[in-house]
């Protein structure tokens, strides 16, 4: 299993780092599944820490006709993972995004999973630059 983000994606991602090299926003992926790829086509920004409600959540995957398969954040803090880390999330996407001192933005991806505990499993990620 792996995950393809594309220049789209990785273009509005790469915009928000710039606004602020203490940047620590989080969002939604939008795209779609096929096979074992998730093809990230672009992403949503959000409120701190994803949705303000699972309702909240539901409704904006509907806006987006389903849509939404995974989250993003920069500089993801315990509490955030642990909100996504549920059995509504089972499954879907997660990407890790931080800044080094260059400013350079590094992306970790993971697949949100359950084996006694909801956890993180590390994929590939494939880009277009």
Known sequence: MDAYLSQEAYKSLSAISLISSSSNSDGFLIGHKRGHRFFVEN??????????????????????????????SFKPEK???????????????????????????????YIIDYKDEFFLFPIKLKQHK
Do not use: R, T, W
């Open 79 to 109: 509490n955030k993972i642990k909100k996504i880390l549920a059995p509504f999330a089972c499954g879907k996407l997660f990407l890790e995004l931080s800044l080094n001192q260059q400013n350079k933005m590094s992306i970790k991806s």
């Open 43 to 72: 992403i949503f920004s959000s409120v701190n820490g994803f949705f303000p409600s699972l309702q909240k959540y539901h409704e904006l995957d509907q806006f987006y006709d389903g849509k939404l398969f995974g989250f993003f």
